[in-house]
């Protein structure tokens, strides 16, 4: 998707929308593109700590313990290289913050541009945006926060993708694929979106499943084609690679800010 765009990325809780957002994010930083990434669920050191996972391809508990690793651990150098090459050759900006509103994340955006030009923004979860969670009257919220989201894309002519939730009503069906209807608020971000990815994760739903494969279905996508993307997980070290090439560049190009 262009500059000045909206996307989104939806799933159920924990399948696995997190961990592809840190995937784009690594390919677009080795792009040389700049980053922004508001993470209203998670601290920073969470956000750090998957990043270093695909990395290193230690697995994140490990990252997580690292705190029990004994001085000479094999996996220490691993991680202090992830690191200097975040601080040194990434332009990459967290912000864990569980209070931030629309209008908190264009200031914060307004300053970062002041010294770089922004090409990608990431909200995790967008839904849960202190003035986007509210119970009264929640669609028309949504659709006013949309809008101010699109009015910030072209402020800053950069891409911003949403990660928001999948309503629970898929998994009372026996095909558990999302459908752009199963999104929360479906209309308006069905509306303002020029792209909407919706991820399945069979062994999700059947843990005894051997199929661990990450389908990334583009429900809506303005400038292309429709269709399924195959995906191999690595779920312990959270890496997601293209195992089909039919789509073509959705985690190297859809966010690329070209």
């Known amino acids: 998707c262009a500059p000045g765009d909206i996307s989104v990325t939806a799933s159920r809780p924990g399948l696995g929308k997190s961990a592809i957002k840190t995937n784009f994010i690594l390919n677009q930083l080795e792009a040389g593109l700049n980053i922004v990434s508001f993470a209203t669920e998670q601290g920073f050191a969470t956000e750090q700590d998957r990043m270093e996972s695909i990395m290193s391809a230690i697995p994140l508990s490990d990252i997580i ?29 967290i912000i864990p913050s569980r209070q931030v509103t629309v209008a908190d994340a264009r200031t914060v955006l307004y300053q970062i541009a002041q010294k770089k030009d922004i090409n990608v923004v990431y909200f995790d979860l967008f839904d849960k945006l202190t003035d986007v969670n509210v119970a009264v009257n929640k669609p028309q919220t949504v659709g006013v926060k949309l809008g101010e989201i699109a009015r910030m894309a072209e402020e800053f002519n950069c891409h911003i993708n949403l990660l928001v939730q999948i309503g629970r009503k898929v998994e009372q069906r026996s095909d558990k694929r999302p459908r752009m209807a199963d999104l929360k608020d479906s209309g308006n971000y069905e509306e303002a979106a020029r792209l909407i990815l919706l991820l399945y994760r069979e062994r999700y739903y059947f843990p005894d499943s051997l199929n661990n494969e990450l389908e990334v279905i583009v429900g809506k996508q303005s400038n292309g084609g429709l269709g399924t993307a195959l995906m191999d997980f690595e779920e312990q070290c959270l890496r997601v690679t293209s195992i089909d090439d039919k789509i073509g560049g959705i985690l190297n190009g859809s966010f690329s800010g070209e």
């Open 65 to 93: 313990n690292s705190r029990l690793w004994r001085k000479g651990d094999w996996r220490i150098p691993l991680i202090k290289e992830a690191n200097q090459k975040i601080d040194d050759q990434y332009n990459y900006h």
